[in-house]
């Protein structure tokens, strides 16, 4: 993928007490990202602004590049979510699956799977994301001075 498209990926098993909803901006100009992970906890969710870079690598034996994310919590946040938060994501071509580490509060989780979030909500999200990507990135809101054929990608 090139260019600005979106992703959301659902970490950890179902089963899992930490699993977290990843909803993301990707700039592949710049290798940066930008979003949101939630967490849903009994009875509240947490939604905690994030942002990072990632680079590719080759592995050994592999013929195409793995995509190797960071992600940080995004401050200021409310002081109610000022908890430590640190991912790093290990994806393969294609943005598609993947594991990941995290550190969120007192939980840290080692090797979790990544999975895509169904594109329904990923859809619902992605103008949200965009708004917020370009009003943090270029001060402007959505659709200003965009190119009349700009076109929305996502990972499905």
């Known amino acids: 993928m090139t260019g600005l498209f979106f992703v959301s990926y659902l970490l950890g098993n179902t089963d899992s007490a930490t699993r977290l909803q990843l909803d993301l ?4 100009t710049t290798q940066s990202i930008r979003g949101h992970c939630r967490r849903q906890l009994p009875g509240r969710q947490d939604t905690l602004p994030v942002s990072g870079s990632y680079d590719t690598v080759c592995a050994p034996g592999s013929g195409e590049p793995l995509i190797v994310a960071r992600l940080e919590a995004d401050l200021p946040v409310p002081a109610a979510l000022q908890t430590g938060f640190s991912l790093h994501m290990l994806l393969s071509p294609g943005w598609k699956t993947g594991n990941a580490s995290f550190r969120l509060g007192a939980d840290c989780v080692q090797d979790a799977p990544v999975a895509l979030e169904p594109t ?9 994301q965009l708004n917020d990507y370009l009003r943090c990135t270029y001060g402007r809101a959505f659709g200003a001075y965009l190119p009349a054929s700009f076109e929305l990608s996502f990972v499905e």
Do not use: H, I, N
């Not at 901006?25 to 592949?28: E, I, N, R």
């Open 120 to 128: 329904r909500q990923l859809k619902q999200a992605a103008l949200g």
């Open 25 to 28: 901006t990707v700039d592949t």
